[in-house]
C-alpha cells in the first residue's frame, strides 16, 4: 500500500501514520519526525532546519525534496509500499513526489486526508505541548502552521480529487475510531486504485 497522508497540524497524522503503516507493513515516513531526528543528532541538516522547525514554516523544498527522495528509495528497495506523513504540503511539493514516486516505479495510491476542524486542532496541540514539549507547539506558532495549512496545503487535495485517489475521512472521533474507519476505507481501495498520472495541475502554474 502506497499512502500520502495530508492534514492539518494535530490532526493525528502521526499517531494514524503509525497505525496504518503498521497494519500494512510498510515504512512510516514522516518528514516532521526525519527533520526532528537531524535537528536532535546536531547534522548538518539538523542545523539547517532548525530556526524553520521553531518557526513552524516550511523548510525549504529542496531541502525537503532530497529527503523525501532518500526515504522513498529506501521504502521502494525495501518492498514498495509506503506511508508518507508530511509530504507534500505544497502544490510544488505535490508536483515533486510525484515525479520523485513516478521515477521510482512508486507513485501514491492513496492521499489520505483526515478533517479536524481548526479548534480541535488547537485544543489537541495545546494538551501535547504540556507532555511532548515540541518546540513549535507554542499557541502562536500552532497558529502559524494552521494558517500554512489552509493556504498552501488544502489546494492540493483538489488536484488528487481530480486525479481519483483522494479519501478523506473524519478525523473528530477518537484515535481508535478514526484508525477503524481509516483501516476499512484503505481495504476497499486495495486493488482498484489505478496510479494515473496526473495532469500538472493548475495551481502549480499559479505557485
Ligand atoms: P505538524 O503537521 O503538526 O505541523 P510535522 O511533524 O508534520 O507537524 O511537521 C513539523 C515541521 O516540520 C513543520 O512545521 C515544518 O517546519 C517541517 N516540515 C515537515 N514536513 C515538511 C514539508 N513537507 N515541507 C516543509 N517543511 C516541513
Redesign the pocket.
Known amino acids: 500500500m502506497r499512502v500520502l497522508m495530508i492534514a492539518p497540524?494535530?490532526a493525528g497524522?502521526?499517531t494514524q501514520g503509525a497505525r496504518i503503516a503498521a497494519h500494512f507493513g510498510v515504512p512510516h515516513l514522516?518528514?516532521?519526525?526525519l527533520?526532528?531526528r537531524h535537528v536532535a543528532r546536531g547534522t548538518s541538516l539538523g542545523r539547517t532546519v532548525q530556526d524553520?522547525?521553531d518557526r513552524?514554516?516550511?523548510?525549504p523544498d529542496r531541502v525537503?525534496q532530497d529527503l523525501v527522495r532518500r526515504a522513498l528509495a529506501d521504502a521502494t528497495a525495501a518492498g514498495g509500499g509506503y506511508v508518507l506523513?508530511?509530504?507534500?504540503?505544497t502544490p510544488a511539493?505535490a508536483w515533486a513526489a510525484y515525479q520523485i514516486a513516478t521515477s521510482l516505479g512508486a507513485t501514491a495510491e492513496v492521499a489520505l486526508h483526515l478533517r479536524v476542524d481548526d479548534d480541535e486542532v488547537v485544543r489537541r496541540l495545546l494538551s501535547r505541548a504540556g507532555i511532548e514539549h515540541r518546540s513549535?507547539d507554542t499557541e502562536p506558532v500552532i497558529r502559524r502552521?494552521l494558517a500554512l495549512y489552509h493556504e498552501v496545503t488544502e489546494p492540493i487535495l483538489d488536484w488528487y480529487d481530480r486525479r481519483g485517489i483522494l479519501l478523506s475521512v473524519d478525523g473528530m472521533p477518537s484515535p481508535d475510531q478514526v484508525t477503524a474507519d481509516v483501516i476499512a476505507a484503505l481495504g476497499t481501495r486495495r486493488g482498484q486504485c489505478v496510479s494515473r498520472p496526473g495532469p500538472v495541475p493548475e495551481l502549480l502554474a499559479a505557485a
Open positions: 497540524p494535530g497524522k502521526g514522516a518528514t516532521g519526525d527533520l526532528r524553520y522547525l513552524g514554516s516550511l523548510v525537503m506523513d508530511g509530504y507534500p504540503r511539493q513549535d502552521r
